[in-house]
């Protein structure tokens, strides 16, 4: 969705048009005028201490279980020298940040950015608080503030032994002159207290008592509830509806269409709602999309493998003189399909409208997007409208888009003055996604006659995450984010392997659904592409498949670590127990580096057991080796599920799965036994949330054309005869 | 009007008797630990204790459960006090997004009382619930730590 600036702020919603999309806005000051707020001993904007001695830490990130408001709390207060057990937090107002100049930078959470992209303004606030709070306890004491150190929140005057506590002069430290944060000097990680230790999260005791409240679970006085449905083939548009129908129905209080694309019933319950909704009947103009089928869409990016195209990813030597001077030539063709995120919390949001004013309760991976979706979608403006975000029940891209809170406030506009609770039901989640790409890929590779690799090429056919949401960001109609993972160089994905002549380009073939950032985004099917693939060269080369890469990755040395360390834990070529096999993989993208080991086996009838996976990950650094090794072992259920279960289909211009029952996910029986290697190499700061997804499902097809000799190439494997337990 | 027993209080709802159990706690009692996420008995976010037994309540409707003791996740701890299982969902750093953990430790609360040392084996028969953040590794540690607790 791109926003149309009719507001008084139109830089800022530009702004968050592209930071919605996932890419850092290349700013940013890290606090700027302090103590903004009357009342509040804030030392800068991301440090509150009160005189308790309570800290509490801003947090202009989005918390979708993830734990990056642990980890930026960990790093705030490692700097601060914060006494841990009074460390507490609260979520920036979005329009704060819009107020005080982007104080907070992005606000964005995607592309595994939360950490890795703030960790230095927010330890730099941290610090500066630290400064401030020193500098107000050495003035009382009258003595140097270089006689006195910080430790625990409390501030100790070494000569005298004179000890006082951050609350106690918190009110004379906030009217000292901040810092300029250039200045400071950061902690060496290698003297790190708080920050790098597997601390316990700050949420968790709330999530095991039902007291976590999800943005689903708003209630406001008056609230009325709203279930929607949008045209079942994306691009259509409401052409009439019957609301007589249903208007006498128990509960049911308004009939509505939505942005001309959808119907919804407001009713007092959100049951009675959605029963009503069921029983509307809608005439809908399909558009163009109806004819769209997974058959005409194989068939366009088929057309697209062998298509001229001028976007070129990656390109070094002569490809052609490589394949022609082959001595042996490997040829593969893979596919990889749509996906749905099915975050478990469905998509919500929920608005009261007045004729001033404009309030919207959601959860969110980009609260400044769904601020600037709020300003358009009530036409009031950015000063009369409020966002208040809330916990997420799971994001993985798909909270970074705003289509639901649109219509939630697009409902409550309707019906001035009454809180309305837009939710989605999972059938609409199903069916109204931003999907994970549909891409089509064949490789072709030449072997010398030593049967080293001497040419890859890799051509590409698919869908383009940016022609279809953000194509301000497409590069002369290129999309650069489709060459994820196949870079040359750069440190957000780059390819691991040095092959004296390539080529990678892409045919860009776009479908009618709306395509959507994925946790992993493509760097899932293109691990898939080119780690499948060098394990056939591999093969076909008659070498081990991780002796096939460590020859290639000589140039690449942090590829090779990680891979290595993978290999290392998971004792690869030791013997296995008998019907068990190994396959690897290894890639780099949002600036970590990642390798797995899967062993697997499969029944003579097809049945995968995942024995074990090990996940290496070179990130840099660890703020939470905890949160990390979490990360790690719900990337690999995450995708897992895509690969095992997952896959979308469409028929009529639809998508087939509606519900969890053809839409699968990974459940306990399935899951592997998960063995993290965290191998942080320091001097750069890589993500988490993401990274290990790429390699979750090539290391276990790779495992499993190790057990079975086939080599599968089109996906969901339960499609392929293999199935789990 | 349907009378419902839950975590030991009595509601009368006016609901109709077709109205799935979940949407009568969370909308008419007003209990929102108990989630939503799917409506066809397959995630089991939605999990409940019907005299003691794991309950899908999304398909559960109202009128089977009139008169029988319903117990939610905010029912689990008596006076604050936690129960094994939670105490070791914090343990064991169980969640992550949440989300799907009340219908999860619902579930496993209602295995720990019919096997109350449970093997892995059983833990992959009875536990079916779906968690989109992936775990499962901690919940199975979880279990049987409270098992052993």
């Known amino acids: 969705m791109n926003y149309v600036p009719k507001i008084d702020r139109r830089s800022f919603v530009i ?39 309570t800290v509490v830490v801003r947090i202009a990130r989005s918390e979708m279980g993830q734990g990056a408001l642990t980890g930026l709390c960990q790093l705030v207060a490692e700097e601060l020298e914060a006494d841990w057990s009074k460390v507490t937090w609260e979520y920036v107002d979005p329009r704060e940040n819009v107020r005080r100049k982007r104080i907070y930078g992005n606000m964005n959470s995607t592309g595994s950015n939360a950490i890795r992209q703030s960790h230095d303004y927010v330890r730099r606030g941290g610090a500066a608080a630290r400064q401030m709070l020193i500098q107000a306890a050495a003035a009382e004491w009258k003595v140097p503030a270089s006689e006195c150190t910080a430790a625990n929140s409390i501030i100790t005057h070494t000569p005298s032994g004179r000890k006082t506590s951050y609350g106690k002069v918190v009110n004379a430290a906030v009217k000292i002159e901040p810092p300029d944060p250039k200045s400071l000097t950061l902690k060496d990680p290698k003297v790190w207290k708080i920050a790098g230790k597997p601390i316990a999260r700050l949420d968790t005791r709330a999530k095991v008592t039902g007291e976590q409240k999800y943005a689903a679970d708003t209630q406001l006085p008056g609230m009325l ?8 083939v994306r691009g259509g548009k409401v052409v009439s509806f019957d609301a007589a129908k249903v208007k006498g129905m128990k509960g049911v209080k308004n009939v509505l269409a939505v942005g001309g694309t959808a119907v919804a019933v407001v009713a007092d319950t959100w049951w009675h709602a959605k029963t009503a909704l069921d029983a509307l009947p809608v005439t809908w103009d399909e558009g163009p999309g109806a004819k769209v089928s997974s058959a005409t869409i194989e068939a366009t990016l088929k057309e697209g493998l062998e298509a001229e195209t001028p976007f070129i990813g990656n390109r070094a030597g002569d490809i052609n003189a490589a394949l022609a001077g082959a001595a042996k030539k490997v040829e593969a063709t893979y596919a990889y399909p749509y996906q749905n995120h099915a975050c478990m919390e469905p998509l919500n949001a929920t608005a009261r409208y007045t004729a001033d004013k404009c309030e919207v309760w959601t959860s969110t991976q980009n609260a400044e997007a769904v601020l600037a979706a709020a300003v358009e979608a009530s036409g009031l403006p950015f000063n009369n409208v409020e966002v208040t975000v809330v916990t997420a029940g799971g994001g993985f891209g798909r909270r970074a888009r705003t289509d639901y809170v649109t219509q939630a406030v697009q409902i409550a506009r309707q019906m001035p003055g ?37 040419g890859l090429r890799m051509r590409i056919s698919g869908q383009s995450i940016l022609a279809g949401i953000a194509p301000e960001r497409l590069d002369k109609g290129r999309d650069p984010a489709t060459f994820q993972g196949l870079n040359a160089g750069g440190t957000e994905g780059q390819i691991g392997y040095d092959i004296p002549n390539i080529l990678i380009d892409h045919a860009m073939r776009n479908p009618h659904l709306t395509p959507g950032f994925w946790r992993g985004v493509n760097n899932n099917q293109n691990a898939i592409y080119l780690e499948c693939f060098i394990d056939e060269v591999a093969h076909a080369a008659g070498q081990d498949p991780l002796a096939f890469r460590r020859k290639m990755m000589a140039k690449h040395p942090r590829h090779l670590a990680v891979l290595n360390a993978a290999a290392e834990k998971a004792d690869y070529g030791k013997p296995l127990p008998k019907g068990v096999f190994r396959g690897i993989a290894q890639q780099m993208g949002y600036g970590s580096y990642v390798a797995a080991v899967a062993e697997v086996s ?13 996940g290496a990950t070179d990130s840099g650094h660890v703020v939470n080796p905890a949160s990390v090794e979490r990360q790690i072992a719900g990337s690999f259920v995450y995708g897992l599920s895509a690969i095992l279960y997952g896959g979308c289909t469409v028929k009529d211009g639809r998508v087939e799965q509606t519900n969890f029952d053809s839409y699968n996910s990974m459940r306990m029986a399935a899951m592997p036994k998960v063995e993290s290697v965290l191998v942080p190499s320091g001097g750069f700061w890589g993500g988490v949330g ?31 005869g293999i199935r789990t337990a | 009007m349907i009378s419902l027993t839950i975590n030991g209080k009595a509601h009368n709802v006016d609901v109709e008797p077709d109205t799935p159990l979940l949407w009568a706690i969370r909308e008419n009692v007003g209990l929102t630990g108990t989630k939503y996420g799917c409506g066809v008995a397959q995630c089991g976010s939605c999990t409940v204790h019907v005299d003691g037994v794991a309950m899908r309540s999304c398909v559960t409707p109202v009128s089977s459960v009139a008169g029988k003791k319903i117990t939610t996740i905010e029912g689990l701890a008596e006076n604050g006090v936690l129960t094994k299982v939670q105490q070791a969902w914090i343990a064991n750093e169980v969640p992550q997004c949440g989300y799907c953990q009340s219908g999860m430790i619902m579930a496993v609360a209602a295995l720990l009382k019919d096997k109350p040392k449970p093997t892995d084996a059983d833990i992959n028969d009875a536990i079916t619930n779906i968690c989109r953040c992936g775990t499962f590794q901690q919940v199975r540690a979880a279990i049987h730590a409270a098992a052993n607790a």
């Open chain 1, 690 to 720: 993401e990274p290990t997804i790429f390699v979750a499902a090539p290391a276990v097809l790779n495992a499993i054309f190790a057990a079975t000799g086939k080599r599968i190439r089109s996906f969901p494997l339960k499609d392929q």
């Open chain 1, 15 to 53: 702004g968050t048009a592209a930071a919605g999309a996932g890419f850092s806005l290349g700013m940013s000051l890290p606090f700027g005028e302090a103590h903004a707020q009357q009342g509040t001993p804030e030392l800068n904007a991301w440090v509150v201490v009160k005189p308790d001695d």
């Open chain 1, 602 to 614: 499969v029944s003579s009838d097809g049945l995968l057991t995942i024995h074990r996976i090990v």
């Open chain 1, 225 to 232: 509830n709203a279930a929607i449905k949008a045209c079942p």
């Open chain 1, 418 to 454: 009454t809180p309305i609770k837009l939710l989605w039901s999972r059938e609409e989640d199903m069916t109204q996604g931003t999907y994970h790409p549909i891409t089509m890929c064949k490789l072709t590779a030449s072997l010398d006659a030593n049967n080293n690799l001497t």
